[in-house]
């Protein structure tokens, strides 16, 4: 059966799964969620793993993989340090970090065209530059790049506390940030948002800005549909067991 996503998640008492879900409602296609005990956002931004949490880790992929899915991700875009280590355990495509979209988004625009990459902290990439551009081919510090951090937003910090954030107060201050990116770079011409915090934002800024937002929902919808029959002119139902009649 083709169109399942795997999503790897940190092992931290935040809302949603405390273990496995299979939640199809949510999107056009199932999703399988797996914990992987001991996995801490401070794992993450490091790049380092305990032999414990990678054993955990490797089996979280084989698990996705006997689920039949069709593509791997992670609720954590710092997860791209271990898109290695999860193609050693599976051919199937690895996606930790919205930031896999950039190469298709870059190619989009000419060199004289910027975009605008919101990050939770705009000094988070810094230190992920040559793993980004082994991974992703792009090089975030060149001048096409506009990296926004999104820090000082007010009631964002609740990201950098683990925290519940009120995605209400904070969306006036992601609006008003990219508002005032976009005046000192008339230039922008769309915006992705690299922490998997922000797709909570992205309707009210391409309502507000009028750019194109790619975040890490895009991202997954862009690699599944790559294995979903196309509902306007393709073999309908052909995703559906047969009855034997």
Not at 108 to 114: C, G, Q
Not at 216 to 223: H, L, S, V
Request: overall charge negative.
């Amino acid at each position: 059966k083709a169109g399942a996503l795997g999503i790897i998640r940190l092992d931290y008492n935040y809302p949603a799964a405390p273990g496995d879900i299979d939640h199809p409602a949510s999107y056009a296609y199932d999703v399988f969620y797996k914990v992987v005990p001991g996995f801490t956002f401070e794992m993450c931004m490091s790049g380092k793993m305990t032999p414990e949490v990678e054993e955990s880790f490797k089996a979280a992929i084989k698990y996705f993989e006997e689920k039949g899915v069709s593509g791997i991700t992670g609720d954590c875009g710092f997860m791209m340090h271990f898109q290695q280590l999860a193609r050693q355990v599976t051919y199937k495509p690895v996606f930790m970090s919205a930031l896999a979209q950039l190469p298709a988004v870059t190619s989009a625009f000419s060199k004289d065209e910027l975009i605008a990459v919101f990050t939770a902290n705009g000094k988070s990439l810094d230190p992920m530059r040559d793993l980004i551009r082994d991974e992703c081919g792009v090089d975030t510090q060149q001048q096409r790049f506009v990296v926004v951090g999104c820090e000082d937003v007010p009631h964002f910090e609740a990201v950098a506390l683990g925290e519940k954030v009120d995605v209400e107060k904070v969306t006036p201050g992601i609006v008003a940030k990219a508002r005032d990116v976009m005046t000192k770079h008339p230039n922008i011409r769309a915006i992705l948002l690299e922490c998997t915090e922000l797709p909570a934002y992205a309707d009210a800024l391409r309502k507000e800005t009028g750019l194109p937002v790619y975040d890490a929902i895009t991202g997954c919808d862009f690699f599944m549909t790559g294995v979903q029959d196309n509902e306007r002119f393709g073999i309908q139902d052909w995703q559906v067991q047969w009855d034997g009649k």
